[in-house]
């Protein structure tokens, strides 16, 4: 009963000291810490005996994974940039380049939900295969559009007009 009340208490504890900046999390009985903090522990199995990996991959390099942050922000933004443009002044050049940039926005997004969800090695291999194929489809699919029927902007604005 002590046992249960003192945990009843450091969750409320911990809650108050997550609401006022506080940095440790208090799931259950387990205490989740930041990153900065893990990174500092040893690499062990944790209590309930799965592994957890606190250090990064030996093959991550962080200039890159840093340029690719950058790059994804940067589609973004031409993706909110095209979007006006697509209404204001529809056009080939407007078509293919809205083609490109759904598709890249779509790809990497689609590949952080496989990064997220899908954890055996086959699978990741196979998910990371039809994405690909998912995506040049995809391209290519858009491009055919813009060439050989209305392009995707006049499509849209078809669309609204129905």
């Known amino acids: 009963m002590a046992l249960a009340a003192a945990a009843v208490t450091a969750r409320r504890l911990n809650f108050w000291s997550c609401a006022r900046g506080g940095r440790a999390l208090l799931l259950g009985a387990r205490v989740i810490r930041p990153a900065f903090v893990l ?4 690499d062990r199995p944790a209590s ?5 990996h606190l250090t990064a991959s030996c093959c991550s390099d962080s ?6 942050w ?7 933004v031409l993706l909110l940039g095209l979007l006006p443009a697509a209404y204001l002044c529809p056009g080939s050049m407007v078509d293919y380049s809205l083609a490109a940039v759904l598709t890249l926005h779509s790809h990497w997004g689609l590949g952080q939900v496989i990064t997220d969800y899908v954890h055996e090695d086959k ?5 990371n295969a039809s994405l690909l194929v998912l995506s040049a489809l995809t391209f290519a699919g858009l491009c055919y559009f813009n060439y050989h029927d209305v392009g995707i902007c006049r499509a849209v604005a078809l669309l609204w007009r129905l």
């Open 123 to 127: 699978l990741v291999k196979g998910a």
């Open 39 to 42: 990174g500092s522990l040893p």
């Open 63 to 68: 200039k890159a994974a840093s340029l690719h």
């Open 48 to 52: 309930g005996g799965r592994h957890i």
């Open 70 to 76: 950058t790059s994804e922000r940067a589609v973004s």
